[in-house]
C-alpha cells in the first residue's frame, strides 16, 4: 500500500522525499494524505507504480510544491465518495511539478455513487507534463470492476478548481477531460495559460457536465 501515510495529522512538513517502486508495482502510492490539515510537502522525487501523491478525505490546507513525478498515476484528489457520509477536501495547491510518462498529471477521481464529500479550492499551477497519458482529468465515475455503482452519479460536488499554467505533451489525444457528474456538475473550473499538445499536434478537450471559464492562451481550446 501507501509508501508514506499521513492519516488525522496536522503541520505536517516533508522536504526533500524520495520514493522508488517499480513502474507496474500496484497499490504503491508514494505519499498518501487524509483526515489532516496544513500538510506540506516540498523537493520531492517519487517514481511509483501509483498516485505520487494521494489525497484522501478530510484534506484541508495542503500544499505541495516542487514534485518530480514518474513513473506513476499523477497527483491525485481521490478516490473520494466511496461512502456516503464524508469529509470533504479543500485548499490544495500544487505548484511546480513534472510529470514524465506517467498515467496522470493532476487528477481528481469519485466514486460514481450518492455523497456528501466535496472539493474546493483546488489550485493546479505551473507544471510540465511530458508524454503524460492525461495530463489534465477530473473523473466522477471512478468505479473499479462496475461493482456497486453502475448507473449511478457522484454526489461529490467540485468547485473552483484553477488550472493555471500546464504545458508539455499528452500521450493520448484528449489531453483535458472533464468527466463530472450528471447530478453534481463541476462548477468554477478555470483555465489559464494551458498549452497540451499530441504527436506535435493540437489535442482535444472533452467536457462532461463541466462550467467554467478560460483565458490566455488555453490549447486544446477549452470546451467548458
Partial sequence: MFHIAFNGCNNVKVVGAKVIADG???????????????????????RTGDDCVSIGPGTTNMWIENIECGPGHGISIGSLGRDLKEAGV????????????????????????????????????????????????????????????????????????????IHGTSATEVAVKFDCSSKNPCRGIRLEDVKLTYKNQVARASCDYAGGTSSGLVQPESCL
Avoid at 507496474?24 to 490539515?37: A, K, L, R, Y
Fill in 24 to 46: 507496474d508495482s500496484p497499490n504503491t502510492d508514494g505519499i498518501h494524505v487524509q483526515f489532516s490539515s496544513e500538510v506540506t510537502i516540498l523537493n520531492s522525487k517519487i
Fill in 90 to 165: 479543500q485548499n490544495v495547491t500544487v505548484k511546480t511539478a513534472t510529470f514524465i510518462g506517467t498515467q496522470n498529471g493532476v487528477r481528481i477521481k469519485t466514486w460514481g455513487r450518492p455523497s456528501n464529500g466535496f472539493v474546493r479550492d483546488v489550485l493546479f499551477q505551473h507544471a510540465v507534463m511530458m508524454n503524460v497519458e492525461n495530463p489534465i482529468v477530473i473523473d466522477q465515475n471512478y468505479c473499479p470492476g462496475n461493482k456497486n455503482c453502475p448507473g449511478q452519479a457522484s454526489g461529490v460536488k467540485i468547485n473552483d478548481v484553477t488550472y493555471q499554467d
